[in-house]
């Protein structure tokens, strides 16, 4: 049977979990695509799994291979797959609780594969699908965001606040994001409107009437951000379940998915110039315990990409 070198988890725990190994390459399944894996993207949600944190609420089997986007070579197709062949060039977000992307080969379900964006390298290309898709639905389902409406982005410097920063612009939002000092001048090279430096000034003094509130940071900055909203005003986060101190204003908490169709539009919006990934660090998949380590810091810029070929 082929190997693979993958990054795997034998037991839940710190960086040193992960192991970087020999281990049989898939197979795909009827309705699964085998793809050559490019560039893998490091999300938090990884280590917070690597870590046991969601073990109540994610289950997985060990060993296990983390990773939950990639950008790849479609290598073989199941019996029944229709939309893909091999060479394609695709892009993905998986679903949870099955084998991931840290590895040279993944197996996706063909319903959560698109087409990457033509435009972007694979590194590129493997940093959009989490985040992006949080970002897309976090806007513009959860938040249901339009155009001339005022939306603050907090974490506008990470992963999913990078995206959403660029995909409010693109849908005609005007944007106000916080970061730290040494990420002030992304915040305006991806166009927020009003970037706010939290470590020198309180959000809340810089604006006010928001009509959506985009969080990835909760804590005491989810609850400061209540008094900034609109009436009617919607604050949506990816990090827990806000409940609204207040009948005029609504919490909801983001629950990202994998999407096809969403991808879709994101690999068009991409190619058409409108939204690029920021990329923080690119490392072998050997070095899985070091990108763990600068995404748990909590100040990741952008993304940290792993490459497998
Ligand atoms: N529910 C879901 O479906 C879902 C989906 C995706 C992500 N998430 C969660 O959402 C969170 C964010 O994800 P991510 O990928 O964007 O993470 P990330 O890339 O690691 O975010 C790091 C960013 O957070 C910023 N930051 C830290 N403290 C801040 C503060 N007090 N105010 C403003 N910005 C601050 C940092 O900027 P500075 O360095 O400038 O401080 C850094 O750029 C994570 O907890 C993740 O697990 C949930």
Redesign the pocket.
């Known amino acids: 049977m082929p190997s693979m070198k993958a990054i795997r988890i034998h037991a839940y725990g710190g960086p040193e979990v992960l192991m970087y190994e020999d281990v049989a390459r898939p197979a795909p399944g009827p309705k699964e695509v085998l793809v050559r894996v490019h560039a893998a993207s490091i ?3 990884d280590w ?1 799994l690597r870590a046991g944190f969601l073990k109540d609420y994610v289950p997985i089997t060990l060993p296990a291979i983390l990773g939950l986007d990639m950008s790849g070579v479609v290598e073989g197709v199941g019996l029944d797959v229709k939309g893909f062949k091999a060479g394609d060039e695709v892009y993905a977000m998986t679903s949870m609780g099955r084998d991931g992307t840290y590895a040279e080969y993944a197996v996706i379900e063909e319903m959560n594969l698109a087409r990457k964006p033509k435009s972007q390298d694979h590194i590129r290309s493997a940093a959009i699908p ?2 992006g898709l ?1 970002a897309w ?1 976090g806007l513009f389902e959860f938040g249901d965001l339009k155009a001339g409406q005022k939306v603050l982005i ?8 990078s995206f959403a920063v660029q995909l409010a612009k693109s849908r005609g939002a005007t944007v106000a994001g ?6 002030q001048s992304l915040l305006r090279e991806l166009g927020v409107d009003q970037p706010i430096d ?1 470590t020198k000034s309180a959000f809340e003094k810089a604006v006010t009437e928001v009509d959506l509130v985009i969080d ?3 804590g005491e ?1 989810l609850q400061r951000s209540w008094g900034v909203l609109k009436k009617n005003g919607v604050l949506a986060s ?2 827990t379940d806000p409940k609204s101190p207040n009948p005029a204003l609504t919490g909801k ?5 994998p999407n096809a169709q969403g991808l879709k539009e994101l690999a068009a919006l991409a190619d058409a110039g409108k939204i690029h990934a920021i990329v923080e660090s690119i490392m072998p998949l050997s070095d899985a315990r070091k990108a763990h380590e600068i ?1 748990q810091s ?6 940290i990409i792993l490459t497998a070929a």
Request: aromatic residues 2%.
């Open positions: 999300n938090p949600v917070k989490l985040a949080t639905h907090h974490g506008a410097a990470g992963g999913v606040g916080t970061a730290s000092t040494r990420n939290y990835t940071i909760g900055t990816t990090v908490h983001i629950a990202n998915r995404s909590g100040h990741a810029r952008g993304k």
